[in-house]
């Protein structure tokens, strides 16, 4: 079974400063997606970053971009000049490629902001 | 029209009531998904309709009942709920597998449910 695994419960990072998220994730499947999605306290899940996992090369989304390690399972985003608004839990997730009704989510990660 | 309407925003029933909470969404999606969202936790699948029909039902306790009435409604009819059910419930929505980018999930900005 796939896992995904958010090892950072919490962090802060200063306005207009670059922080990256950790996320690996365990599978024996070779192709598959990855997102992160964004939680604000408004509460609606919000579509930050998504990566194929046939593609080698890293996504990107404005200040947003990860940096994805296929052999070591891991995928991290970095979220460039941060701003107020990113204030947020942010959720990494895995789905299969196979069976695409199922999306695993690990347990998040608070991001604050500090002004 | 890209978003997934969820009513009512709040609800607070009592353990005997029988209420609903609704989700539309009118972006052609032909799957449609039921998360449970506990605080501080990840969301959690209960329920998922491909083509109007049931594909994935997580083990919900039967006080929890889907209905897809069509390919833009999604309903959860709540019936002698426990205190424990209160959480953020997640309406989604996605194309299928058959079709491109079956793979990313729109979601409403929830129902908060409070069970007394």
């Known amino acids: 079974a796939q896992t995904v695994t958010q090892s950072q419960p919490e962090m802060s990072v200063q306005e207009a400063e670059t922080v990256t998220l950790s996320c690996t994730y365990d599978?024996?499947?070779?192709?598959?997606?990855l997102f992160w999605y964004k939680q604000p306290p408004s509460r609606q899940m919000i579509l930050v970053i998504r990566?194929?996992?046939?593609?080698?090369q890293n996504a990107t989304e404005n200040r947003f971009s990860v940096n994805f390690q296929k052999a070591a399972k891991s995928f991290s985003l970095k979220i460039s000049d941060s701003q107020l608004g990113d204030a947020a839990m942010y959720f990494c997730?895995?789905?299969?490629?196979?069976?695409?009704?199922?999306?695993?989510f690990g347990k998040g990660t608070r991001l604050h902001i500090l002004p | 029209d890209t978003e997934v309407t969820q009513t009512p925003k709040h609800l607070v029933m009592g353990m005997t009531n029988k209420k609903s909470l609704k989700c539309e969404q009118h972006?052609?999606?032909?799957?449609m998904y039921w998360y449970k969202q506990k605080a501080k936790k990840p969301p959690e699948l209960m329920f998922v309709?491909?083509?109007?029909?049931?594909?994935i039902n997580e083990s919900v306790p039967s006080r929890f009942s889907p209905e897809c009435p069509n390919s833009s409604l999604l309903n959860l009819h709540l019936h002698a709920l426990q205190p424990e059910d209160s959480a953020l419930y997640l309406c989604?929505?996605?194309?299928?597998?058959?079709?491109?980018?079956?793979?990313?999930?729109?979601f409403g900005a929830g129902s908060r449910l409070t069970v007394l």
């Open positions: 989604a929505s996605s194309q299928s597998r058959a079709e491109t980018g079956a793979n990313v999930l729109t």
């Open positions: 599978t024996s499947e070779s192709d598959y997606y």
């Open positions: 990566q194929e996992a046939y593609k080698q």
């Open positions: 997730a895995y789905r299969s490629l196979y069976r695409d009704d199922k999306i695993i």
């Open positions: 972006m052609g999606h032909r799957a």
């Open positions: 309709y491909s083509y109007e029909k049931l594909s």
